[in-house]
């Protein structure tokens, strides 16, 4: 049996959240999907609150993903260690709240989905994910398995996706808020896009108001970046996978302005 799989880009703010909640229901009935995970770590900008996790659900996801701002807003902490349904990148350090990967129902089957956080350019030192992953998938029994790889780098990304492809059934980048034109099925059967883009404003940059990224860019003292006003958009990606043997049959990118 197949399964339908959406990813979503980065939800910027409470526009992206907001537009998000209004799209999403119809956006799985167009596309017929049986499975959604939603990246929300730029919900509140910075972070993401718990209230703001509960509309996410709320609005069609199955699970929400996580990244470099998983422990921004102090509020989502408890919240990571009691929700099965989001996850912050796996390899933090183990005492940090909550957890990297879950394995859920699907009509097709279990699917392990497991959330990653690159190093390059980051400003922080979580473990090589290149030497958490393959124990961990050693460990899951489930034929259907995805991964989010929050990375800044393509490079570091698609080296991951080389490395896990014929392992895993997809790996999507996220992070940059920027989509990537090579959304494709590798030589393995893994479903891969460099980086799914963002769900949020589409006018600022990368969602964020436009005089507060020049002012950063020229040195100047900045306050709490906000949400840029004007349009959003919805970015993402639908992988179709076989949940008989795990492989990627399909992979198209979207986007919904």
């Known amino acids: 049996m197949q399964l339908k799989l959406l990813a979503v880009g980065d939800v910027v703010g409470v526009p992206g ?35 703001q996790a509960e509309e996410i659900l709320d ?17 989502i902490h408890d919240y990571l260690d009691e929700s099965p349904y989001i996850l912050r990148p796996l390899n933090y350090a183990p005492q940090r709240p909550g957890r990297g990967w879950g394995v859920y129902d699907t009509k097709a089957g279990p699917i392990a989905v497991i959330n990653l956080i690159g190093r390059c350019n980051m400003n922080f030192g979580p473990d090589n994910p290149f030497l958490q992953i393959a124990p961990l998938l ?19 990304k698609l080296a991951m996706a080389r490395l896990l492809d014929g392992r895993i059934s997809a790996l999507w980048g996220t992070h940059t808020h920027i989509p990537t034109a090579d959304c494709r099925v590798l ?12 769900t949020g404003p589409s006018e600022g940059v990368l969602g964020i108001r436009t005089e507060q990224s020049i002012a950063n860019f020229r040195g100047d003292l900045t306050s709490r970046y906000e949400a840029a006003p004007g349009p959003c958009v919805l970015q993402g990606a639908v992988f179709t996978l076989d949940g008989d043997t795990g492989r990627c ?4 990118a979207i986007e919904i302005c």
Request: aromatic content about 6%; glycine content about 10%.
């Open 138 to 156: 050693d460990k899951i029994d489930a034929k259907m398995c995805v991964i989010d790889f929050h990375a800044e780098a393509t490079s570091e």
């Open 187 to 198: 030589s393995g059967g893994t479903g891969y896009q460099t980086d799914l883009g963002m």
């Open 59 to 75: 609005a069609g996801a199955d699970v929400i993903t996580l990244g470099n701002h998983a422990f921004a807003n102090r509020r």
């Open 17 to 51: 959240v907001r537009f998000l909640s209004q799209h999403l229901r119809s956006l799985r009935k167009q596309y017929e999907i049986d499975f959604c995970v939603v990246n929300g770590e730029n919900a509140s900008v910075v972070g993401l609150a718990d209230s």
């Open 249 to 252: 049959l399909q992979a198209e």
